[in-house]
Every structure is written in structure tokens, then in C-alpha cells.
């Protein structure tokens, strides 16, 4: 309540009091006003207590503080140890933090009583602790790096966690893919592969045709805080497709002892390239005829037969041919085609030599011509 105080004097001299009659002489008056008690209040959020490491705090509120008045004011401080307090130089009954968090970080409120510029007393809020969920996603690498270059239709090596990840809370994965357009001039979007591991496996990714980027997503659940971190990019070069070329003829048939004349593929893969991705690789085309006695080989190569088209030498027997094309990046990357459409060459068996039978006197056997090749060319109106 509010109390008044003064002083009364009396002077005693030889027995004498003045004033008389047990009266005092009053100083002025002092008024004690005693105010009504502060209180602290607890400090409480619009928001989830556990954040993303980077964020800010949520808009922070106190209930059941004194409210602003006449002669009060706030002070917000905050703590990493709700031990030692540091004032944040926020005033406002209410305050909305826009500092980023890195760790967990303590909040409460100061309320005070002034007289002017003099602080009367104060009262500390209950604490509110905010939860700072931190997160790295660690890095990965492909065959030792982060890039890898293979051929066409084939898969790459098992891409596998070099730097583990961390978190503040139950850690998760998402991988996510970008493609190469077909033009290779730019990637596509990126978009998620469904694979949950920490590693991403060779039998995972497939075969790819077209050059593939991977990262991937690190989630650290903790109360209602999910935050992510994306790790480095892996690219995957895939060099270009090795064209199956279409025989101009894919059977023959000649005699023994013959030759079938010059073979040939059209849309064979010749000359050289540059894939664009990796800042580009130079790559080239080489070409060598194969053959097999046997249809679908396995095949041999046929010495210096490195052209487009090949003339076999006299044949004894039927004799398979395909051409394979084989790709080299300036990596040391090859890839060599799949057997190209076959071309067969039958040779037909000599005819058996007849047997002569006497009648009369002696025979003697002659081996028969197999073939008789007649040059020049009939007259008009005439046939062979």
C-alpha cells in the first residue's frame, strides 16, 4: 500500500519538555508507495521450439508477465547455459528474433519498475529453451572421385559415402538424378530417384544411356524440426551410342575356292567427338572385321581389316563376318560395339570327283572340273 513517515522531536532542559504536554515538533512527510508485485511470466512461442540450424527463433510471447504500464519496462536476454544471461538489447513486451541459430539457445524475459532512469526492481521470466537441429550431408564419390565417365547402356560403380553425415537428429536419404538432353547441351531437372541408402549401388542406378548427375538429400528429424543438406554432385559421363550398321548384302553364296567380292556396312561409326559434359572429352572411332567359322562367334580379327569394307581372300568353307566399331575417350575410356549384323558367306562344297567303271580294257579316273570361267561376253541375240 502506500505509508507515510515523519519525525517528531522534543527538547528536555532542567526538567522541562518542550514542547509540553507530551507533544512533538514534526519533520515533513514521507511518502513509501509500495507497487503492486512484478511479475515474471513464462516465456512461450506461435512456433515449434526445435529449428533448422540457420533459421531464427519463432515470434516469442510471455504469459502471465505484468503487462506493459506506467514505469515498466522489458528486457529480453538470452543464455546458451540458462545460466549466464546476455542482454540483447530488445525492449518490446514481444519479440519476433531474426538472428540465425546455430546452437541451442536459451529466452527469457526481464520485467522492471523504474522511477525515471532508476530501476526499481525487477523479475525474471520462466526460461524457454529453442532446439537447434544441425545437419551436414557429408560428401560422396564414384570411383574414387566425383565423376566417372562409361559406355553406352552399362552401369556405373556403386556411389558410396566418403564423408559421413551428421545431425542433431534421426538421420534419412533421398537421391535425386539430373539428366542430359539428348542434344547434350543442357541438364534436366532434378528429380528423385525413390532409393532411401546411404549408398547408391550400381544394381540401384542401372544401365544408363545418357549422362547422369546424383547428389544426395540428408534429412535430421528432431521433434517437429526436419532440416536437410545436399551433398556434392556426382556426374556420370555416358559416352555416345555405338551404331549396329546394316550390311549392304548379309549372304553370299560362292564356290569353293572363290571369293565374294567386297563386303560392306552402311552407318559405320567413323571420325571423331566431343562429349560436352565434363567441360568435354575428345573421343574417336576405330573399326575392325571380324570373322568366325561359326555363326555368332566367337570371332577373331581379321589382320589389318581396319576399313569400312573388306574383300576376303579365296574361301574353302562358309565363314561369318561382322565389323565391330570401338569407341576411345581421351580418358582412356573404350567401349566396343555389340556384334554387328552378321554377314554370312556360304561356300559351296566341291563336287565329288565320278568314278569310271571299264567295260574294256583299262580306265583311268579324272578329277572333275568344278568350274569353267568363259571370258568376253555373247554377241548380240546370243546366249551362254
Same mark, same amino acid.
Given at each position: 500500500g502506500t505509508h507515510r513517515f515523519r519525525r517528531g522531536a522534543r527538547s528536555t532542559y532542567l526538567g522541562v519538555d518542550c514542547p509540553s504536554a507530551a507533544t512533538f515538533e514534526y519533520s515533513n512527510e514521507v511518502t513509501i508507495t509500495v507497487a503492486a508485485a512484478l511479475v515474471g511470466g513464462t516465456v512461450g512461442t506461435v512456433g515449434n521450439t526445435e529449428i533448422c540450424s540457420g533459421d531464427n527463433a519463432p515470434p516469442l510471447t510471455v504469459a502471465g508477465g505484468t503487462a506493459a504500464g506506467a514505469n515498466i519496462e522489458f528486457l529480453w536476454e538470452t543464455s546458451l547455459d540458462d545460466v549466464n544471461w546476455v542482454p540483447a538489447g530488445v525492449t518490446t513486451e514481444a519479440w519476433d528474433p531474426a538472428d540465425a541459430l546455430a546452437q541451442d539457445t536459451y529466452y527469457h524475459r526481464v520485467v522492471r519498475r523504474m522511477d525515471g532512469l532508476v530501476e526499481l526492481c525487477r523479475e525474471e521470466s520462466a526460461s524457454l529453451l529453442i532446439e537447434v537441429n544441425n545437419v551436414t550431408a557429408g560428401a560422396i564419390e564414384v570411383a574414387g572421385g566425383t565423376d566417372e565417365t562409361i559406355c553406352y547402356n552399362t552401369a556405373p560403380s556403386d556411389i558410396t559415402v566418403d564423408v559421413l553425415a551428421t545431425g542433431d537428429g534421426a538421420l534419412t536419404y533421398a537421391w535425386y538424378e539430373s539428366p542430359r538432353n539428348a542434344a547434350d547441351t543442357a541438364w534436366g531437372a532434378? /528429380? /528423385? &530417384? !525413390?532409393? &532411401?541408402? /546411404?549408398? *547408391? &549401388?550400381? $544394381?540401384?542406378? !542401372?544401365? *544408363? &544411356? $545418357?549422362?547422369?548427375?546424383?547428389?544426395r538429400g540428408v534429412t535430421s528429424t528432431s521433434g517437429a524440426a526436419a532440416c536437410t543438406a545436399d551433398s556434392n554432385v556426382i556426374t556420370i559421363a555416358v559416352t555416345p551410342e555405338i551404331a549396329d550398321p546394316t550390311p549392304v548384302a548379309a549372304a553370299f553364296t560362292i564356290c569353293y575356292g572363290d571369293s565374294p567380292g567386297t563386303l560392306q556396312y552402311t552407318g559405320v561409326d567413323v571420325g571423331a567427338g566431343t562429349m560436352n559434359v565434363l567441360g568435354g572429352i575428345n573421343y574417336n572411332f576405330t573399326n575392325q572385321w571380324m570373322e568366325s567359322p561359326v555363326t555368332g562367334g566367337p570371332y577373331v580379327a581379321v589382320g589389318g581389316a581396319t576399313g569400312t569394307t573388306y574383300r576376303p581372300p579365296a574361301l574353302t568353307s562358309t565363314t561369318y563376318y561382322i565389323l565391330r566399331s570401338t569407341l576411345t575417350d581421351a580418358n582412356g575410356v573404350v567401349c566396343t560395339s555389340d556384334t554387328s549384323n552378321e554377314i554370312t558367306v556360304t561356300v559351296n562344297a566341291l563336287p565329288t570327283a565320278p568314278t569310271a567303271v571299264a567295260d574294256n580294257g583299262t580306265i583311268t579316273n579324272q578329277e572333275q572340273v568344278s568350274r569353267i570361267t568363259v571370258g568376253g561376253a555373247p554377241a548380240a541375240a546370243e546366249i551362254y
Open positions: 532434378w /528429380a /528423385a &530417384t !525413390g532409393d &532411401t541408402n /546411404a549408398d *547408391l &549401388t550400381s $544394381v540401384e542406378i !542401372g544401365n *544408363l &544411356t $545418357v549422362s547422369t548427375r546424383f547428389y
